[in-house]
């Protein structure tokens, strides 16, 4: 990397990044977002897993957010069972094999959550915590602790261990961080902190403001100096800043991350302009939010930059030992959603506290990787078509050179379909070369006129046993 940064190309490449992303403007003159090349790759890579694994994985909690309301016994446990965790049939091969099979292009991973626990070899110690037995109850102790997974028996960077399957398995990588930290009693000043402290200030503390935002800024440091080249940083939850000032201070942690990450797209929280990309979290945009009816500046006028929502795959996030998991249908759905309004859908399951997943996780990855083998072609690497939609159940996606444009069909139109065409309107003023059915080698008649395209559909094709997938099909529509 050069010693000048950013180079006078980088600013010229972040002249064009503001033209196009308006959520980009605002920020200082010396700082630059993630490459060209990087939000490329970050829009190539449709279907993502988003995986929230730590202690809480032990306790049925919603990821950490059981501590918030805890009694200080409850919390004495979660500490005691966090540094004797020992999950031994963690294989980071076996999750990367997982993501392979159920056409999983990219995962992000929880390095540091709520609780405070990292799960990676920080070097950094916790100096004061909160103290929950005898004559300590209730009071701020003193700590010398890493607090992570290299302090419980089981003593593996699980960060490297996934980052390196991640590699081999030619799969993109994202780390997830939050800025908060319920352990650490210097960060005792977040909103939804169990142990909030309405009295700590900068001026009142300022040993205590000094240590959070240097561990907070070496934490970041480590990961993005520590772990190669990243994908995407996912930065959670925000610092208050209206009496500590906290702007300033992460604004230059961001810079610092930029220099050391020039291709990963941080993620906006708590960063705000910042950031590269957002992630709407249990929805999708509307397809006016996403600005999908035409794509082009309107799409991206509206979302400001890129996105990609985020779902859990079951009822939260985290394990939990009675969930429930939604079917693969509703993947494919989304996933489908997602990629013809412009962005990228990343499902969310936790492994079990013995590091493994659960079996109906595998069985949704059965069904996703079966669908997308068969018509992967219509989500990887596209981009939104002119129109987003046609009727309910009919999306459209576009190749990147614009030469094809894919119909995906998420459902037939009737339950028995016996139609022998079908009239895509959206095709309309557009030259049709061809027409394939993607998963078969099927070359479809079709006619074109001022209305649109109609399409003949093999007789065999009625015949759900004899389709690429039992879900929906696919249309390529070759343009001229």
Same mark, same amino acid.
């Given at each position: 990397? $050069?010693?000048?940064?950013?180079?006078?190309?980088?600013?010229?490449?972040?002249?064009?990044?503001?033209?196009?992303?308006?959520?980009? &403007?605002?920020?200082?003159?010396?700082?630059?977002?993630? $490459?060209?090349?990087?939000? @490329?790759?970050?829009?190539?890579?449709?279907?993502?897993?988003?995986?929230?694994?730590?202690?809480?994985?032990?306790?049925?909690?919603?990821?950490?957010?059981?501590?918030?309301?805890?009694?200080?016994? &409850?919390?004495?446990?979660?500490?005691? &069972?966090?540094?004797?965790? #020992?999950?031994?049939?963690?294989?980071?091969?076996?999750?990367?094999?997982?993501?392979?099979?159920?056409?999983?292009?990219?995962? $992000?991973?929880?390095?540091?959550?709520? @609780?405070?626990?990292?799960?990676?070899?920080?070097?950094?110690?916790?100096?004061?915590?909160?103290?929950?037995?005898?004559?300590?109850?209730?009071?701020?102790?003193? %700590?010398?602790?890493?607090?992570?997974?290299?302090?419980?028996?089981?003593?593996?960077?699980?960060?490297?261990?996934?980052?390196?399957?991640?590699?081999?398995?030619?799969?993109?990588?994202?780390?997830?961080? %939050?800025?908060?930290?319920?352990?650490?009693?210097?960060?005792?000043?977040?909103?939804? #902190?169990?142990?909030?402290?309405?009295?700590?200030?900068?001026?009142?503390?300022?040993?205590?403001?000094?240590?959070?935002?240097?561990?907070? *800024?070496?934490?970041?440091?480590?990961?993005?100096?520590?772990?190669?080249?990243?994908?995407?940083?996912?930065?959670?939850?925000?610092?208050?800043?209206?009496?500590?000032?906290?702007?300033?201070?992460?604004?230059?942690?961001?810079?610092?991350?930029?220099?050391?990450?020039?291709?990963?797209?941080?993620?906006?929280?708590?960063?705000?302009?910042?950031? @590269?990309?957002?992630?709407?979290?249990?929805?999708?945009?509307?397809?006016?939010?996403?600005?999908?009816?035409?794509?082009?500046?309107?799409?991206?006028?509206?979302?400001?930059?890129?996105?990609?929502?985020?779902?859990?795959?079951?009822? #939260?996030? %985290?394990?939990? %030992?009675?969930?429930?998991?939604?079917?693969?249908?509703?993947?494919?759905?989304?996933?489908?959603?997602?990629?013809?309004?412009?962005?990228?859908?990343?499902?969310?399951?936790?492994?079990?506290?013995?590091?493994?997943?659960?079996?109906?996780?595998?069985?949704?990855?059965?069904?996703?990787?079966?669908?997308?083998?068969?018509?992967?072609?219509?989500?990887?690497?596209?981009?939104?078509?002119?129109?987003?939609?046609?009727?309910?159940?009919? *999306?459209?996606?576009?190749?990147?050179?614009?030469?094809?444009?894919?119909?995906?069909?998420?459902?037939?139109?009737?339950?028995?379909?016996?139609?022998?065409?079908?009239?895509?309107?959206?095709?309309?003023?557009?030259?049709?070369?061809?027409?394939?059915?993607?998963?078969?080698?099927?070359?479809?008649?079709?006619?074109?006129?001022?209305?649109?395209?109609?399409?003949?559909?093999?007789?065999?094709?009625? @015949?759900?046993?004899?389709?690429?997938? &039992?879900?929906?099909?696919?249309?390529?529509?070759?343009?001229?």
């Amino acid at each position: 990397m $050069s010693t000048t940064f950013p180079t006078p190309e980088q600013l010229a490449a972040e002249q064009r990044k503001q033209a196009k992303y308006p959520e980009y &403007r605002g920020v200082d003159s010396d700082y630059v977002h993630a $490459s060209e090349q990087g939000i @490329d790759k970050f829009l190539d890579r449709k279907f993502g897993l988003r995986i929230h694994w730590g202690p809480y994985c032990m306790f049925n909690f919603r990821e950490s957010w059981g501590l918030p309301n805890a009694g200080h016994e &409850r919390h004495a446990e979660y500490e005691k &069972r966090a540094l004797s965790w #020992n999950p031994q049939k963690f294989n980071a091969d076996e999750w990367m094999a997982m993501m392979k099979n159920g056409g999983v292009q990219f995962f $992000s991973f929880t390095t540091k959550h709520h @609780d405070g626990f990292s799960m990676y070899d920080t070097k950094t110690r916790i100096r004061r915590r909160m103290g929950h037995e005898g004559a300590d109850r209730g009071r701020i102790v003193d %700590s010398d602790l890493a607090y992570s997974i290299m302090e419980t028996p089981f003593k593996r960077d699980v960060v490297r261990e996934l980052v390196d399957a991640g590699r081999r398995h030619d799969l993109g990588i994202g780390l997830y961080y %939050s800025h908060i930290d319920w352990l650490d009693m210097d960060f005792r000043c977040d909103q939804w #902190n169990p142990h909030l402290d309405n009295g700590y200030t900068p001026q009142n503390d300022p040993d205590g403001y000094a240590r959070m935002i240097a561990r907070h *800024r070496e934490q970041l440091r480590e990961l993005c100096a520590n772990y190669g080249p990243l994908d995407v940083i996912s930065l959670d939850m925000n610092l208050p800043d209206e009496k500590f000032g906290f702007t300033k201070d992460i604004i230059e942690t961001v810079k610092m991350m930029r220099r050391l990450q020039p291709d990963a797209l941080i993620r906006n929280r708590g960063i705000g302009a910042y950031g @590269d990309h957002h992630t709407p979290e249990r929805k999708l945009p509307s397809e006016k939010e996403a600005g999908a009816v035409h794509y082009d500046q309107l799409n991206l006028a509206k979302m400001g930059r890129p996105w990609k929502a985020i779902y859990p795959g079951s009822i #939260n996030f %985290s394990y939990m %030992s009675y969930d429930e998991y939604k079917p693969g249908e509703w993947i494919i759905d989304n996933l489908v959603d997602a990629t013809a309004k412009g962005g990228t859908f990343q499902v969310g399951y936790g492994p079990a506290p013995d590091g493994t997943f659960h079996a109906d996780v595998k069985n949704r990855f059965e069904y996703t990787g079966a669908w997308l083998r068969a018509y992967g072609e219509a989500i990887y690497a596209t981009r939104p078509f002119d129109t987003y939609q046609e009727g309910r159940h009919v *999306r459209y996606t576009k190749s990147k050179d614009g030469k094809s444009v894919y119909a995906i069909f998420l459902r037939w139109p009737s339950g028995h379909f016996v139609v022998e065409s079908l009239k895509l309107a959206a095709l309309a003023g557009k030259k049709v070369a061809s027409v394939s059915l993607l998963g078969t080698d099927e070359k479809l008649k079709f006619k074109q006129d001022e209305n649109g395209v109609s399409t003949d559909i093999p007789a065999w094709f009625r @015949d759900e046993e004899k389709r690429p997938s &039992r879900k929906g099909a696919v249309l390529k529509f070759t343009l001229a």
